[in-house]
């Protein structure tokens, strides 16, 4: 199973459309859940972390199931700005390091 | 917001040839990274270093690479005889402390070997 797991997409929405990206984490012990955002050949850059009481900013929220191992990230009233890639990220027990998901190509449309 | 700096922006190299990678992370960052990300795939941890040593390495991370803080501001990853597939986007990456605190990544270096 790998270490982080997520749909690759693409996920191709309206304007306006909401749209929802799940993710899995084989380690049961991590300990840090993140949602990073990517644009084409450019860096990763962090959306948000993600909690287990659920987190919003704007129109994105966050949630984490421990139990199930699962990320989630809704995107409300999507934006043409809103197209790249997202990356559910982890960070295992006891270390510094990221682990990434392949990530989910989402393409908003006018 | 601060920057973590990388040079050059594209580096085009020879199979069999070294190449050194560079890095400037921000300036009270405690601890340094170097991911890579192949076309296509996802972002790969290749290396932590903290305390100028490393803490971690990936099994990507082998004899081929090293990295070296060699002054205060500075943080390097060479590879010594590059290999086709070396060819990658490479991302450094700091922070000031481990846990969830957010890692600054700067804007990668794409390496091509011929």
């Known amino acids: 199973r790998k270490e982080v797991e997520q749909d690759p997409g693409p996920f191709n929405v309206p304007e306006g459309a909401t749209v929802a990206f799940n993710c899995t984490y084989s380690?049961?012990?991590?300990?840090?859940f993140f949602w990073y955002r990517q644009d084409c050949r450019k860096e990763p850059k962090l959306l948000m972390s993600?909690?287990?009481s659920g987190n919003e900013d704007g129109r994105f929220t966050a949630q984490l199931n421990r139990a199930s191992q699962y990320i989630s990230l809704l995107i409300r009233d999507s934006k043409l700005s809103d197209s790249a890639t997202y990356l559910c990220v982890v960070i295992p027990s006891n270390t510094g390091k990221l682990i990434f998901g392949q990530g989910t190509t989402l393409q908003v449309k006018p | 917001e601060p920057e973590v700096t990388q040079t050059p922006s594209h580096q085009v190299t020879q199979m069999g040839q070294e190449v050194i990678l560079r890095c400037v992370p921000i300036s009270n960052h405690l601890y340094f990274y170097w991911y890579r990300q192949i076309l296509g795939q996802k972002v790969e941890f290749l290396v932590s270093f903290y305390n100028n040593e490393i803490s971690e390495k990936s099994e990507i991370f082998d004899d081929q690479f090293s990295v070296e803080r060699p002054d205060g501001s500075n943080f390097t990853l060479k590879i010594r005889s590059t290999k086709l597939e070396d060819s990658a986007m490479y991302f450094c990456?700091?922070?000031?402390?481990?846990?969830?605190?957010?890692?600054?990544f700067g804007s990668g270096t794409q390496l091509s070997v011929l």
């Open positions: 993600v909690y287990s």
């Open positions: 380690n049961s012990a991590s300990q840090s």
């Open positions: 990456a700091s922070r000031t402390s481990q846990g969830n605190e957010k890692l600054f």
